[in-house]
């Protein structure tokens, strides 16, 4: 546990505030960058989080395919206030009818958006995921790349969608990582 320098912050067990940050050691010895992702998706949230989205479904974008893929969905490192805004933001014109025939994974959210955004996405590790299809086919011919235990870093206000991290960084990323995972196995 990290506690910050504010002089109002004890610790209260069972208490969420951002006053202490629990620091994995995943998080220290895994990627050893950020990913820069965008949310084209969300589920309703549940319990504390009823009213607002949560989790977020996030994708990277492909060039050569013209397409966002999922890479994960993201449920931590958000605060109240964060919640609150991107339940506003995420309204009207910018909630899809339908899935677009660009986005490109297995998960089925109870909401589509357009893709807008983009936020800084660090985790534990990659791995190969059946679900997701991040570098479909750079790594494993059918299953694509996820990441272990995501948390939301920041917002990124000077990329736009087209601009986050590929397909082709993530498979680079994932090839580079400290733990090796075997890709040859069977589906």
């Not at 009213?51 to 050569?64: H, I």
């Not at 449920?75 to 677009?100: A, H, N, R, W």
Request: net charge negative; hydrophobic share 35%.
């Amino acid at each position: 546990m990290v506690k910050t320098l504010d002089v109002d912050a004890g610790y209260s067990p069972s208490k969420r505030s951002d006053k202490w940050l629990k620091v994995k050691r995943d998080y220290v010895e895994g990627l050893n960058d950020t990913l820069d992702l965008v949310p084209i998706g969300a589920w309703y949230g549940n319990g504390r989080k009823a009213g607002w989205y949560s989790p977020f479904l996030m994708a990277c974008y492909n060039p050569e395919t013209e397409e966002y893929q999922s890479v994960c969905r993201v449920m931590s490192g958000f605060s109240d206030e964060f919640y609150k805004e991107m339940k506003e933001f995420f309204s009207e014109d910018k909630v899809l009818t339908q899935k677009p025939l660009y986005y490109r994974t297995a998960e089925e959210p109870d909401m589509w958006f357009c893709p807008q955004l983009v936020w800084e996405i660090r985790g534990a590790d990659f791995t190969v995921s059946p679900v997701h299809h991040a570098a479909i086919g750079l790594v494993h011919p059918s299953r694509g790349i996820s990441i272990r235990f995501p948390r939301f870093i920041t917002r990124v206000s000077d990329r736009n969608p087209e601009e986050c991290s590929t397909a082709a960084d993530i498979a680079d990323m994932f090839h580079s990582q400290t733990r090796k995972i075997d890709v040859t196995a069977e589906d």
